[in-house]
C-alpha cells in the first residue's frame, strides 16, 4: 500500500502563486508515476500534471505554463508550483500514483484531497 499526503492548499488572489506537496510512504518502490488532479464543485476531475520517476512532466493545457511538477526523490515527496492563477483554478486538488506513465495514467493510489481557492 501507498499513502499520500498533501499539503499546502489555501486562499490565494488571483495572480498569486501556491505550491503543493504531497509526501509519499509505504511500498513507494511499485510507483513510477505521480500526479495532480484537481475537482471543482459541480465538475469532474480533471488531470493536470503528471511526472514520471525520471522527472519527465506533461500538463494539462488549463495549466501550461503556469504550473510546475516537480519530484525530491529523497524525500519520496512532490511537488506543484502554481503561478498566475485564476478563479477557475479553485478546486480540491488531489494526489495520485501509478505505475505507468502516461497521460492520462491509472491511478492507484489518492491522497485526500488540499482546497485551492483563488479569490479577491
Known amino acids: 500500500q501507498v499513502q499520500l499526503v498533501e499539503s499546502g492548499g489555501g486562499l490565494v488572489q488571483p495572480g498569486g502563486s501556491l505550491r503543493l506537496s504531497c509526501a509519499a510512504s509505504?511500498?513507494?518502490?511499485?510507483?513510477?508515476?505521480m500526479g495532480w488532479y484537481r475537482q471543482a464543485p459541480g465538475k469532474q476531475r480533471e488531470l493536470v500534471a503528471v511526472?514520471?520517476?525520471?522527472?519527465?512532466?506533461t500538463y494539462a493545457d488549463s495549466v501550461k505554463g503556469r504550473f510546475t511538477m516537480s519530484r525530491d526523490n529523497v524525500k519520496n515527496t512532490v511537488y506543484l508550483q502554481m503561478t498566475s492563477l485564476k478563479p477557475e483554478d479553485t478546486a480540491v486538488y488531489y494526489c495520485a500514483a501509478g505505475r505507468v506513465y502516461g497521460f492520462p495514467f491509472t491511478t492507484e493510489y489518492w491522497g485526500q484531497g488540499t482546497q485551492v481557492t483563488v479569490s479577491s
Open positions: 511526472i514520471s520517476s525520471s522527472g519527465s512532466t
Open positions: 509505504g511500498t513507494i518502490y511499485s510507483i513510477n508515476t
